[in-house]
């Protein structure tokens, strides 16, 4: 690296490591900031050396990150920017804080992937899924679309990893070839990690016209969007890759959406030669990710904490959660946008049948939404309130960001 770089690199971990120090979170934004300050390039030069692979989506990137980085470990050490800071700061830590490593696997926020894939010239980038997120925040999902496809031009020569059951994914990761131009159609590699949420993918992006849909089976009526065949597919409780063969995945992370998860981080991992049979062991490693489907145990109560902050994720979350008494817990703070109208986009019926518990700042607007559904609920005050209200057993407690993050903070200051 030029001497400006590795300077800057050591100034970043000694920033993230005082922050660190001093209480103030993982120090990973901090140091990442500090160190784009020194060297402006510093991301680009901290990834020379590496095969890299972002993980970029809506929903599913913190948790296939996590795969990822365990199945890819078969080959040998791999930097990654476990606490959840994508955008480049946080890359940029990651990378000084690992120092040399012959592999990365990024998770990378949405709004940066082009940004990311100029500054790590990546092997593989992975697409996971497109559907509306915070509502005062977030880019038009056509839009986000747009700029991936756009990014995707300028890389011809990445390896694309994508859902082939999400048509905006689909389109994004297919930009048109010009072989006037020097340009050759992207390589991709399909895998199917379903697509629960349908609502912002009925308008095909190329042509404007409906995407009809039969079973897994989408397509555009007006031009010849489709979806593709995909080389990677979850079966039964396992994985059948590109050659047939049919892997048992024995996952501690709950719900088909997993298995989802464990498809692509296998079809990534083989991007760089790791074989199946070889990381599906790994993939059993990966508990609770960033608190994420963590459980507690709590006055006979096992608590299990699940994070839901799109409409999309919602849906999953009532995919993953047993039939058990369920707390639902509401914000609109800054990091979970102001916006909560997006609770009307989810069908809450699932839930009907639970003992259903809300709380949180805006668990009124819950209520309104529980109430549209015909779904009784009881409110509470405090998480103390929701534990002693339910039975001994499985309390499956359902949050938005922050929501997640104070009751988080309550069963760690406890325990
Ligand atoms: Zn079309």
Redesign the pocket.
């Known amino acids: 690296m030029p001497l400006r770089a590795k300077v800057a690199s050591s100034v970043s971990r000694t920033a993230a490591a005082l922050s660190r120090a001093a209480g103030r979170g993982d120090g990973s934004v901090i140091g990442g900031w500090i160190g784009l300050k020194i060297d402006p390039d510093l991301l680009a030069h901290l990834s020379t050396g590496r095969a890299i692979a972002l993980v970029s989506g809506t929903n599913g990137k913190t948790t296939t990150t996590r795969l990822t980085t365990a199945a890819v470990g078969v080959l040998g050490r791999v930097a990654t920017n476990s606490f959840g800071a994508n955008m480049p700061t946080g890359h940029t830590s990651a990378l000084a804080k690992a120092g040399s490593t012959p592999y990365a696997v990024l998770e990378v926020d949405e709004h940066y992937l082009a940004q990311v894939l100029e500054a790590t010239d990546p092997h593989v980038v992975a697409l996971l899924n497109l559907s509306r997120d915070q509502l005062d925040r977030a880019k038009e999902v056509a839009m986000m679309a747009q700029l991936w496809r756009a990014a995707l031009v300028r890389h011809p020569d990445v390896r694309v990893v994508a859902n082939a059951d999400d048509p905006m994914v689909v389109w994004a990761a297919c930009p048109p070839a010009d072989p006037a131009q020097g340009h050759v159609p992207p390589h991709v590699t399909w895998f199917s990690a379903g697509q629960r949420w349908h609502d912002d993918s009925w308008v095909?992006p190329?042509?404007?016209?409906t995407i009809q849909r039969s079973g897994e089976q989408w397509w555009?009526t007006?031009?010849p969007?489709r979806r593709p065949e995909p080389q990677w597919t979850v079966e039964d409780d396992g994985v059948l890759d590109p050659t047939g063969a049919w892997h048992k995945i024995q996952l501690q992370l709950p719900g088909k959406v997993n298995l989802g998860n464990a498809a692509t981080a296998l079809a990534v991992a083989a991007e760089f030669g790791v074989r199946p049979v070889d990381a599906v062991s790994r993939l059993g490693t990966v508990t609770s990710v960033a608190g994420r489907y963590a459980q507690v145990d709590r006055d006979g109560r096992n608590i299990r904490l699940l994070l839901a902050k799109n409409p999309a994720s919602w849906l999953e979350a009532f995919d993953m959660a047993d039939v058990a008494p369920t707390l639902l817990s509401i914000n609109a703070r800054d990091p979970d946008g102001l916006d909560t109208s997006w609770l009307f986009d989810v069908d809450f019926s699932p839930l009907a049948g639970r003992q259903v518990l809300i709380t949180g700042d805006r668990a009124y607007d819950l209520a309104v939404r529980l109430d549209v559904n015909g779904v009784p609920f009881r409110h509470v005050r405090t998480f103390d309130e929701a534990v002693r209200a339910v039975p001994p057993g499985r309390l499956e407690v359902i949050a938005n960001y922050t929501a997640f993050q104070d009751i988080r903070a309550e069963l760690d200051r406890v325990n």
Do not use: A, F, T, V
């Not at 190329?206 to 016209?209: Q, V």
């Open positions: 095909c190329e042509c404007g016209s555009c007006g031009c969007l």
